[in-house]
């Protein structure tokens, strides 16, 4: 199964920079709606039974019941449309989550800030295989530092954490953020590497701004 969802990299596309690449487009898994709907679901049924039990002889309680019930159906329905046009992505050079409708947000981070990526699976999340992701820069953005369910989360850290991100120069061979956060092993300093063309290059010596 593609980790870009076609439906979501067309409503994305035009958040993403020219060249830049999707590796995830994905939508919260549906347990972020549970709740709401389930309060729902209720609502109306325990509607129904008063309604069914009581009937015209307590008019005001079953108005009542029926006026809950109803901003239960609608605050579902909020979550579920909000559900539903929020999208989370990942690019070869960033991060980038859209959210709210009303008043739409789309929260970025490059990647190159990400000092540290996780993510965590509770018991329910492992039943129906959703999880969070967590994101550590030095300049937090609260948004994207806590992705909360996240379907199919251990497929799309596997496919984040073998994503290489696009270097600025190609020319220049660095540690990629990508490539940190998974434990991959870096070149040394002076091992022959395949450069553009075919042409053998040796990894530069670390400099400034350049770790290892």
């Not at 830049?20 to 039974?49: C, K």
């Amino acid at each position: 199964m593609s980790e870009v969802s076609d439906e979501g990299l067309a409503q994305m596309q035009r958040y993403l920079l020219a060249g830049e690449r999707p590796v995830i487009v994905t939508r919260r898994h549906w347990a972020v709606v549970f709740e709401p709907v389930a309060s729902a679901v209720v609502g109306l049924a325990l509607t129904s039974f008063v309604v069914a039990r009581l009937g015209d002889s307590a008019r005001a309680v079953t108005n009542a019941c029926a006026l809950v019930a109803l901003l239960l159906v609608a605050r579902a329905l909020w979550h579920l449309w909000e559900w539903w046009h929020d999208w989370f992505v990942v690019t070869d050079e960033r991060l980038l989550l859209r959210y709210g409708f009303f008043n739409r947000r789309v929260a970025v981070m490059p990647l190159a800030k990400v000092t540290d990526m996780s993510y965590n699976v509770s018991l329910v999340g492992q039943v129906l295989r959703y999880g969070e992701f967590v994101f550590e820069s030095a300049g937090q953005d609260q948004a994207l530092r806590n992705i909360r369910y996240l379907a199919r989360s251990e497929t799309l850290f596997a496919a984040l954490s073998n994503e290489p991100v696009r270097r600025a120069r190609p020319d220049v061979v660095a540690p990629t953020a990508l490539a940190r956060l998974a434990g991959r092993r870096l070149p040394a300093v002076g091992e022959v590497l395949a450069g553009p063309g075919g042409q053998a290059r040796r990894a530069p010596a670390a400099g400034p701004g350049r770790r290892r």
